[in-house]
């Protein structure tokens, strides 16, 4: 067990978890569209999350002259060549898929790449970056059924409301809990924002919009999948609240992360 803790523990600091989660994602989401997932669209989904992820970090410690204070930004820190010489193997592994890639999807997914290196750009300046961030991530992993679908429910606008709430949970919550570190080593988040108090408030109201609308959804149609949004979410708040046994350890990355794995359960169901 202790093995596999470590495995996980590497995976994480490596941001693979990130762009797994994606992918289990948007095949959950290819099952709720009715589109047939391709092979080449999820493997250019995860290279893209991860370097863009990969990236961010770099760009963090890239301008630090002292030792980062959190263990993610240490780790991308000592091994910052490494780093940026697989990202540019990522990438140029993403760029080799495009010729595959049915049409719709490559339009959307060169807007969505603009819009990352945009973000990569002014990440910096940004006030509230984890919005965007969220934003990216829940169209990346829509990309590949939603450009191909040609129409789409308010039902089904509002699962994809709930994904892009958890996305922003998930984000909010570590600026939360690294606000310290992040104060430290000169960066910013939404939580040194705003401060500390009032992400705690949004990650609570956020938590009561997901709980809303997976009862408006539930009495309309299926419980099944704003449910599992809404676990999602309920799985975060916990973590929040029990925040001094999650901080062990970084133990709110590992278990914060990993929410992403569970709409795997609704891929068998």
């Known amino acids: 067990m202790e093995i596999l803790i470590r495995f996980y523990r590497m995976c994480n600091l490596l941001s693979l978890d990130v762009a797994a989660g994606a992918v289990i994602c948007a095949l959950y989401f290819s099952k709720l569209l009715s589109v047939p997932p391709k092979i080449q669209g999820m493997l250019a989904l995860g290279f893209v999350v991860w370097v863009i992820y990969t990236v961010d970090r770099l760009l963090d410690v890239r301008a630090m002259s002292n030792p980062a204070a959190s263990e993610r930004h240490q780790f991308h820190q000592r091994y910052q060549k490494l780093l940026w010489t697989l990202s540019f193997l990522a990438a140029l592994a993403a760029i080799s898929i495009v010729p595959f890639l049915r049409t719709p999807v490559l339009i959307g997914g060169i807007f969505i790449s603009l819009l990352a290196g945009l973000y990569l750009l002014v ?34 606008c509002l699962l994809i ?11 909010l919550l570590f600026s939360w809990f690294e606000y310290d ?4 080593d000169g960066h910013s988040s939404f939580a040194i924002q705003v401060g500390k108090k009032t992400t705690g408030k949004c990650l609570f109201g956020l938590g009561t919009i997901n709980f809303l609308i997976t009862l408006w959804i539930g009495t309309q149609t299926s419980w099944q999948a704003p449910f599992l949004f809404l676990l999602m979410t309920v799985v975060l708040i916990f973590i929040f609240f029990f925040h001094t046994f999650f901080l062990v350890n970084a133990r709110y990355r590992l278990v914060g992360d990993a929410v992403f794995f569970m709409p795997a359960i609704g891929l068998f169901l």
């Open 123 to 156: 990440q910096k300046q940004l006030k509230a970056k984890e919005v965007f961030v969220a934003a990216i991530y829940t169209s990346g992993v829509l990309l590949t059924s939603f450009s191909v679908t040609s129409e789409v429910s308010y039902i089904e």
């Open 161 to 171: 409301t709930q994904l892009f709430i958890v996305a922003l949970i998930n984000l």
């Open 181 to 184: 570190t992040d104060k430290q």
